[in-house]
């Protein structure tokens, strides 16, 4: 695997990780709360996945033009 593709992967896996963390501590109080004590962990797995995606576009496109240019 190309080192470019491993950065992107990386960053998707440290997403499902954190949505997994965040997704097994949540209870409910016995006042009917619902407690998420990792909730600050569902935007930063939102920039994680998008910047995953984000390199791998970009790993894609300048992979193309460099196809292009030979």
């Given at each position: 695997?190309?080192?470019?593709?491993?950065?992107a992967i990386s960053f998707m896996i440290?997403?499902?990780?954190?949505?997994t963390i965040h997704a097994s501590n949540?209870?409910?109080?016995?006042?009917?709360?619902?407690?998420?004590?990792?909730?600050?962990?569902?935007?930063?797995?939102?920039?994680?996945?998008?910047?995953?995606?984000?390199?791998?576009?970009?790993?894609?496109?300048?992979?193309?033009?460099?196809?292009?240019?030979?």
């Amino acid at each position: 695997m190309k080192n470019k593709y491993v950065v992107a992967i990386s960053f998707m896996i440290l997403a499902i990780i954190s949505l997994t963390i965040h997704a097994s501590n949540s209870k409910v109080r016995a006042d009917g709360f619902l407690e998420e004590p990792f909730f600050f962990l569902v935007p930063i797995s939102y920039v994680l996945f998008l910047s995953g995606i984000g390199v791998l576009l970009f790993g894609f496109i300048t992979s193309k033009l460099k196809k292009g240019n030979k």
